[in-house]
């Protein structure tokens, strides 16, 4: 897409060289995903068998996959447009239903679940093939895009009349075949494929969409951290304290997130080669980031439900998993930003997989404290490590 395409079009962003602004329209409807966030941790937090895990990861696939295509498209066109204000407001309708239906996905609203997935997209692509034309530079993707949405569809609405191992096969393949396709361009026989280097997105606008979703995943971890607070009969210190530790653990998370990457990531896109391609980078990098920090608020809750009960090898596991993959997570996304991997991330990591078996011997509190304590030296060690970074880079300049 050329900027006289930017032009032509009435209803794309203008591209005049400044940070394209997140709309209040945008802000608006990723208060849907609160509680599609924290649908997912409870329906998690109340299943934690090999089956329970796997149908979390499918359906958070499938919530970071409706958001995610949203997202492309507000950075693409204008919010503030009437057509794609409404096409935000019926996306945020339907996205509502779905995750109100998310923890009787894989139960009796499979049917209601799989017609808002579907709604939001394909109803949104088609939408956009029909506002933008025969002729415009940017057709051909979403034609190519709306082919790859409508075979994931069937496939979606196939599990959803299965029975369960079945169902749960084929909405993996539907999420590894809206996740996949944008990596070969929506490549599909007699349609040719679309170039990442023709996708010219503003990346200050979608590095700033991708932090407001942790904003988000954050929000739910203090909000549980609070209610489970409210919920205490007594206060005790133990209670306390294991308030103190998973709010503490969300300030390491911040920190290690927002302090020391945040300004650099949006210079990664808007100086690249292919911003295209940086840009769907930071949006699969972000599905595990969420992610762990989805299953750290898992984990405080169970720390909190009673903190002086003994740690089994399956709640350790689950309150150093959390951890675990944000760090991991964060590693990559920092190998994207300044093209290394932190040895702090892999380090914390590291610490936390040996300590799934040192917590064994602890209490939930006891074992709140611990991993907490190692995000926080993480947290530190990286700042420090950035501080430095950013000195050699102004050097440099």
């Known amino acids: 897409m050329t900027d006289e395409d930017s032009r032509l079009h009435p209803l794309l962003r203008q591209r005049d060289g400044h940070h394209a602004r997140v709309t209040w329209e945008e802000l608006f409807f990723d208060l849907v995903y609160v509680f599609a966030v924290t649908q997912l941790s409870h329906s998690l937090l109340h299943d934690l068998s090999a089956s329970g895990m796997l149908h979390t990861l499918i359906l958070w696939f499938a919530v970071w996959l409706g958001w995610q295509y949203t997202c492309w498209v507000t950075n693409w066109f204008s919010p503030e447009t009437p057509q794609i204000r409404t096409l935000l407001f019926v996306v945020m309708a339907a996205a509502l239903i779905m995750a109100a239906a998310l923890p009787q996905a894989f139960g009796d609203k499979a049917g209601y679940f799989v017609a808002a997935y579907v709604i939001i997209q394909v109803g949104r692509t088609a939408w956009i093939v029909c506002l933008l034309g025969q002729h415009h530079a940017l057709t051909a993707n979403y034609r190519r895009m709306l082919v790859w949405l409508l075979i994931s569809a069937a496939l979606w609405c196939a599990g959803a009349r299965s029975n369960d191992s079945l169902r749960t096969a084929l909405w993996a393949l539907a999420v590894l075949c809206e996740y996949l396709s944008p990596m070969s361009g929506f490549a599909f026989p007699g349609m040719g494929r679309s170039s990442t280097r023709d996708w010219t997105i503003e990346g200050g606008h979608l590095t700033e969409r991708c932090q407001l979703f942790v904003i988000v995943a954050l929000g739910e971890t203090l909000l549980a951290t609070g209610g489970s607070l409210a919920a205490s009969d007594e206060w005790t210190f133990p209670v306390l304290s294991a308030m103190a530790a998973t709010f503490l653990s969300a300030m390491a998370v911040w920190w290690l997130y927002f302090g020391t990457s945040g300004e650099q990531a949006t210079q990664a896109i808007t100086h690249s080669t292919d911003p295209g391609r940086m840009g769907a980078m930071f949006h699969y990098v972000h599905v595990i980031l969420v992610g762990g920090i989805i299953v750290m608020a898992v984990g405080n809750d169970l720390i ?35 093209g290394t991997i932190p040895l702090t991330h892999i380090v914390g990591a590291l610490v936390l997989c040996l300590a799934v078996g040192i917590v064994q011997q602890l209490t939930l509190e006891q074992a709140g404290w611990l991993t907490t304590v190692i995000m926080l030296i993480s947290a530190f060690a990286e700042s420090r490590v950035h501080r430095s970074r950013m000195i050699k880079m102004k050097g440099v300049s």
Do not use: M, N, W
């Not at 399956?314 to 964060?330: D, E, Q, R």
């Open 304 to 338: 909190q439900e009673d903190p002086e009960q003994s740690v089994t090898f399956l709640h350790g596991a689950v309150i150093c998993a959390g951890s675990i993959i944000f760090l991991i997570g964060s590693a990559i996304y920092k190998r994207v930003v300044y």
